[in-house]
Each structure stands twice: as structure tokens, then as C-alpha cells.
């Protein structure tokens, strides 16, 4: 004969058992379903770009261009080849004047022979009392369409991991120099990195669960819990770390081409406004506009003699006009006995500030899927020709394949 008690351990068991199914579905959210973004708000853009006779206005400039164009005036009617570096403005509202809340930062490059498009990549850099921190964007933008969305690919500060996109629309065109864009930022994933958060560790020598404790209030907690998990794994916009899966320490070495020392240097300007002088010295006096290609070794200590336990591959673009800052757009190839891969890394480096954080986007090999940031600190900096970065890799979300 079942009693009561049994029918009800039944019932519960039945419970759990399908919360859990739904728990491990949910917990595996490959394809993720979202209502709206869990931030968003308007910002406006505003852009005037050097025309040969507005350096001190000009917010943008042309720094490579095609055969057929030159540093002042855009590439016949599609402008196709120009690589314009930028340091707009960004207002609350559609008005030039109004006190900026941010700047975006990074660069553009026309790539549409036929229509009008350019493919972006740039850092909004918020400092504000609403936001401090910045969003990194990547994507095309066909400019003739009235509304394009572009990816935001990452975050740091207030908007930690953050991921979601950005909907573009002209708000002005003044002649062919400047003109104002309305951007509408949505974000569907938050990361929130919880710095003071009092972790337990699940204790080691748990004994196994004697049948006793399979009371009701137990079942019911259980059952409460479980709930709670699922209808967070459903909805995983904010999502709390506590530290990192993965932290490391690098440092990377930067040795500029100078004219004369084509054997050792790891850098070299391939860019360039048109006030610089040529490729052997940057341009003053910010080096705005200056496009570098590298290929820098990477070293466990601070040494440059060190042997390399991988190398750090892209570029940098120097964007500040006023305040010194770069656009990072790279990755750190690692071959070591350690780690064997690669991550992406992409972001505004303000420079000034003592460290700073750029975005990893992505990674491959040991760093499956990876994401997270690193946090920059200039290590040694030797006239404009060798620079040293302490980086530190913290990757907060980490992914492994089984075979
Ligand atoms: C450049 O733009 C400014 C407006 O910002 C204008 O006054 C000037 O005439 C332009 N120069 C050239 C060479 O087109
Ligand atoms: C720069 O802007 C200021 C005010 O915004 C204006 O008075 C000045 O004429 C501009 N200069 C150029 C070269 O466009
Ligand atoms: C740049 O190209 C434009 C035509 O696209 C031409 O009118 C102008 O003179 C050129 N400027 C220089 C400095 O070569
Ligand atoms: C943000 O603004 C404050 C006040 O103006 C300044 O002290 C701070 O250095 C700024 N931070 C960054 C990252 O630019
Ligand atoms: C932005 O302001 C300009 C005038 O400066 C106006 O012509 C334009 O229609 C405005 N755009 C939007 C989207 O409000």
C-alpha cells in the first residue's frame, strides 16, 4: 500500500525532476531569447573632418587614402579607400553646443566602390555622472540606408561585458566636412563583476545526504531554489561574476621604426595625417591620426630580452586629439607550453590614466569563445621610440569544447 508520505515524495520527486530538465535546457542557452535590452539611451555624434584648412576644428582627418586620393579631400563621389581617425563629440542632443557627455574614438574606412558604406571601428568613452567607462562598436554602415545597426562588441567600467548594438541615423549634413549622427545604443547583455562579494566556498567533505532530510520544508526549499535558477538562466541579461576563470600578466614591447633600426623595431607608423612630417617620427602633438601595424613580443616578465611566450599581432591608432589615447585593435597569438591560441582584443586605451581596461572579444584554441578584458599599465615609455605595457588578461567567460 503507498502512504501519503510516499505519494508526496512522488509528487515532489516528479518536480524536481522536470525543473531540472529545464534547468539544464536553459543552462545551455545557445539560442537566446530576449524582450528588450536591459540598457539603452540616445546619444548624438558630431564630426568635422580636416579639410586642409580646419586643424583647429576639425574632430576627424583622413590618414590613408587611395591611389587616386589625397589628406584633404574625400575619394571621388563613393569615397572608397579613404581610413578616416576620429575624436567626435557626443551630446545628449541633436546640438553641437551642448556639453558633451562622451567622446567615440576609433576610426572609419569607406569600402563600398559602388553605393556609400564604411566599415567602423571605435570606442564611445563616457565620463559623465550617468556613465563612466566605454563601449566598444564594430561593423558596417551602409550609409545610404535610413536606419543601420552596427554591433557593440564590448565593455568596461559601468559597462562591464556589456553587449548589444547600435542603430545609427544622419541627424545633419553640413557640406561635405561635418555631420551629426543619432545613436541609439541597446544593450542585451550586462556583465556586473562583483568585486566585494563575499564568496563561500562549497566545503569539500560534505557527507552524503542521509534519507531524513528529505523533509517537505527541505523539498520545498529545493524546489524554490530551483525555480529562482531557472527563471534567472532564462533571462541572463545581467550576469554577476565574482573573478575571472582565467587571469594572467604579460607584458608587451613595442620598438618604433625610427628610419634607422629596421632589424630591431616591432612597429611602424603606415598611417599618417596630413600635418606629419613622414613615417619615421609621429605627429604632434597628440600623434592623432597615426596608424601603427606591430608585431610585439610578448615576455612572462618585464624583461624585452625574455623569451617571447607568444606575440601580440594588429594595430593602434592614435585618436586623441587633445588628450593623448589609441585604438587597439589586435590580437595575442600565444604558443607557449602553457597556452596554445589566440585572443582578441579591441578598445580605447585613454593612455593617461594609470590602467586602463580594453575589451577581449573573442579567442580561439585554449581560448575557445573567451571574453573578458585587460587592463593596461604603461610599464616604460622612452621618447616615441619603445613603450611597455604590463597587461593583465582576465577572462570572465570562458568556453571548452568536448571531444
Ligand atoms: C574648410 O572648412 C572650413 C569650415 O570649417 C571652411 O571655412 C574652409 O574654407 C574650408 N577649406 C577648404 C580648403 O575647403
Ligand atoms: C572654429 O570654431 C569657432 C567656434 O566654434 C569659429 O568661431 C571658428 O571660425 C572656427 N574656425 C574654423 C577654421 O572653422
Ligand atoms: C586633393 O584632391 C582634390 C580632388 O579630389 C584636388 O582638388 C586637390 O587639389 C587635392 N589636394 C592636394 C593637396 O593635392
Ligand atoms: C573623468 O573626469 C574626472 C573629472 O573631470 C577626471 O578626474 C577623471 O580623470 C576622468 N576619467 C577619465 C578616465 O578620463
Ligand atoms: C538636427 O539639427 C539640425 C540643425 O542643426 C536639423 O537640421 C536636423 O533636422 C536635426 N535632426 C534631428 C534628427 O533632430
Known amino acids: 500500500m503507498i502512504t501519503m508520505a510516499t505519494k508526496i515524495s512522488i509528487i515532489f520527486l516528479t518536480i524536481i525532476l522536470s525543473l531540472l530538465i529545464t534547468c539544464s535546457a536553459t543552462d545551455l542557452p545557445r539560442l537566446r531569447h530576449v524582450r528588450r535590452p536591459c540598457k539603452k539611451f540616445t546619444v548624438y555624434l558630431h564630426e568635422t573632418r580636416y579639410n586642409g584648412s580646419n586643424l583647429a576644428n576639425a574632430t576627424s582627418a583622413i590618414v590613408g587614402e587611395p591611389a587616386w586620393g589625397n589628406k584633404t579631400n574625400l575619394a571621388s563621389t563613393t569615397r572608397f579607400g579613404d581610413l578616416i ?3 567626435n563629440l557626443l551630446t545628449k542632443d541633436n546640438n553641437t553646443l551642448s556639453s558633451p557627455v ?10 563600398n ?10 570606442s564611445m568613452v563616457f565620463n559623465n555622472t550617468k556613465y563612466k567607462g566605454s563601449l566598444t562598436l564594430a561593423g558596417e554602415n551602409p550609409l545610404l540606408m535610413k536606419t543601420r545597426d552596427i554591433s557593440v562588441i564590448g565593455g568596461t567600467d559601468d559597462f562591464f561585458m556589456h553587449r548589444g548594438i547600435a542603430t545609427f541615423e544622419t541627424a545633419y549634413v553640413d557640406g561635405l566636412i561635418s555631420y551629426g549622427l543619432k545613436v541609439t545604443v541597446k544593450l542585451y547583455e550586462a556583465g556586473a563583476y562583483l568585486n566585494n562579494f563575499n564568496y563561500m566556498p562549497i566545503p569539500h567533505n560534505n557527507k552524503p545526504m542521509a534519507a531524513k532530510t528529505f523533509t517537505i520544508p527541505f523539498l520545498v526549499i529545493l524546489i524554490l531554489s530551483l525555480l529562482i535558477v531557472c527563471s534567472t538562466a532564462e533571462f541572463p541579461q545581467l550576469r554577476h561574476v565574482r573573478r575571472p576563470c582565467k587571469r594572467f600578466v604579460v607584458y608587451y614591447h613595442d620598438l618604433r621604426y625610427n ?7 616591432t612597429s611602424a607608423i603606415v598611417g599618417e595625417p596630413d600635418w606629419a612630417l613622414n613615417k619615421t617620427k609621429l605627429a604632434r602633438p597628440t600623434f592623432f ?3 601603427l601595424t606591430f608585431d610585439d613580443p610578448l615576455t612572462e616578465d618585464n624583461n624585452f630580452t625574455s623569451p617571447p611566450v607568444g606575440r601580440a599581432q594588429g594595430f593602434y591608432l592614435y585618436d586623441g586629439k587633445k588628450d593623448p589615447g589609441a585604438w587597439h585593435g589586435f590580437s595575442m597569438v600565444f ?3 602553457k597556452y596554445k591560441g589566440s585572443l582578441n582584443i579591441v578598445g580605447q586605451n585613454l593612455i593617461t590614466p594609470e590602467t586602463r581596461d580594453v575589451s577581449v572579444t573573442g579567442g580561439t584554441g585554449d581560448f575557445l569563445m573567451h571574453r573578458g578584458i585587460v587592463t593596461l599599465k604603461t610599464d616604460a615609455d622612452v621618447g616615441q621610440v619603445y613603450f611597455r605595457l604590463r597587461m593583465e588578461v582576465k577572462l570572465y567567460e570562458c568556453w571548452k569544447l568536448d571531444e
Open 289 to 291: 591620426g597615426d596608424i
Open 335 to 337: 604558443n607557449s607550453t
Open 102 to 111: 562622451g567622446r567615440a574614438q576609433g576610426f572609419y574606412l569607406y569600402d
Open 113 to 122: 566602390n559602388k553605393g556609400l558604406g564604411a566599415w567602423h571601428g571605435f
Open 259 to 265: 628610419g634607422t633600426n629596421r632589424d630591431n623595431a
Open 85 to 87: 581617425t576620429f575624436d
